[in-house]
């Protein structure tokens, strides 16, 4: 059983290193030498970036995950209920015998 074991796990290493043993082809991609001849130098700190990028990530102004594919404009700001009103409506759901049974 181990000599079996053994032999497959020698005979992957052996198929998967010929994987590695080719140079890179230059397919345009990554880096590949080229220094700008325009230096940017920022004019802005780290620190102001940072509170811009927080700004935006509260303001819903920076997409990700579902929302990627979508508009750029600010979510409309719907005002939503209280904690103290959801467990009024919840203790009032238990008490008339109104929540959903999920079985």
Do not use: F, H, W
Not at 44 to 55: F, L, M, S, Y
């Amino acid at each position: 059983m181990k000599a079996s074991i053994l032999s497959a796990a020698a005979a992957i290493l052996t198929l998967s290193a010929g994987a590695y043993a080719a140079e890179p082809v230059n397919s345009g991609e990554g880096y590949q030498g080229y220094t700008s001849a325009v230096s940017s130098v920022s004019t802005r700190t780290r620190a102001e970036v940072k509170a811009e990028t927080i700004a935006a990530l509260r303001d819903g102004l920076i997409l990700s995950g579902e929302a990627y594919p979508g508009t750029l404009t600010a979510p409309a700001k719907v005002p939503g209920k209280t904690r103290q009103e959801v467990r009024a409506e919840l203790a009032l759901a238990i008490q008339t015998g109104t929540l959903p049974r999920y079985e």
